[in-house]
């Protein structure tokens, strides 16, 4: 009597651990299922963000940045690169040109614009990039504004250089980082460095796909803030304190963009130094409202 019993009972028991199983089993496939329809679902509703261009340039004319590229922009040959570049942007088809000017000075930037307008044959070197990329991609498109949203904060992003070369300071945090950042930046990168080391043998267009390549704009970020992060002084945050203020301005300039009333029917060209592309590209990417075109798509012919 025992035996049947122990028997009947075991039997029951494991077909209730199959049943188990198989529910587990199903449960998780059903979740699998439902996160690879979650994600086909995600990749559909991109299509309705509004698609941006956000494209780093050297600063053409004179700059206070810490980057710094020698170009003649009143040159013959330097025109003619800037009007295929521009041609090559223009496939973007924007309906909105954002330019790394202050949005208090959108009167006067667009003043300078209709000016262009009326004698497009020759560019305008008045604001370097801006004025001769910018205003000639927003004429090629038939727009008739750009828009400005920069943001000015100063901000120390020479400290550590500072400290290093002051007898009475030490750097508590990481000196051999600093130096390594600030010295040998392209120490894991043979690539970049091999393209740094020719730059200045490059082409206009050659130059700005590498300085849109995003290990580059990793480098952008690491050389104008992040590299600050290893610096300080005793216990204090000095390089964070001002790289923060570098954070800070980019948000600011990330907030001017979205001030900008648009519709998903908008297509966004962004055009600044290429510190700000590398710290906008990392708002825009986890974006619900955008999505980044590849830059350098629109950078080859």
């Known amino acids: 009597m025992v035996a049947k019993f122990t028997c009947s009972f075991f039997f029951k028991t494991n077909l209730l651990v199959v049943f188990y199983a198989m529910l587990v089993v199903g449960c998780s496939n059903e979740f699998n299922q439902s996160l690879v329809d979650s994600s086909r679902n995600e990749t559909l509703g991109a299509t309705d963000k509004i698609k941006v261009l ?3 340039s050297f600063h053409f ?3 206070s940045d810490a980057q710094k590229t020698d170009f003649d922009e009143h040159d013959a040959q330097n025109h003619a690169e800037i009007r295929h570049i521009s041609q090559l942007i223009s496939r973007f088809k924007p309906t909105i040109v954002c330019l790394e000017f202050l949005p208090e000075d959108h009167l006067g930037m667009n003043q300078a614009y209709q000016t262009f307008l009326k004698s497009p044959s020759r560019l305008d070197t008045t604001y370097g990039e801006l004025s001769m990329i910018g205003f000639d991609v927003a004429r090629l498109n038939n ?3 750009v828009y400005g949203i920069d943001n000015h904060m100063g901000y120390n992003y020479s400290l550590g250089d500072f400290i290093e070369q002051s007898s009475d300071l030490e ?3 990481d000196r051999d980082t600093y130096l390594m950042l600030t010295n040998v930046p392209f120490k894991y990168s043979k690539t970049l460095k091999a393209l740094n080391d020719r730059y200045d043998q490059l ?3 050659e130059k700005l796909q590498v300085t849109n390549y995003p290990s580059m704009l990793d480098y952008m970020l690491n050389s104008n803030a992040d590299k600050l992060f290893y610096v300080g002084i005793d216990d204090g945050f000095e390089g964070a304190e001002q790289a923060a203020q570098f954070y ?3 948000m600011k300039i990330y907030s ?3 001030r900008i009333k648009m519709t998903p029917n908008d297509r966004v060209l962004i055009l600044m130094g290429s510190a700000h592309t590398a710290m906008l590209r990392e708002f825009i990417r986890r974006s619900p409202k955008f999505e980044m075109v590849n ?3 629109f950078l080859v012919d």
Do not use: F, V
């Open 143 to 145: 727009l008739s504004k």
């Open 203 to 205: 082409s206009l267009l």
């Open 248 to 250: 800070l301005r980019n």
């Open 295 to 297: 830059t350098n798509e």
């Open 171 to 173: 750097n508590a945090i």
């Open 61 to 63: 004319g004179e700059t």
């Open 54 to 56: 956000n494209i780093g």
């Open 256 to 258: 001017n963009l979205n």
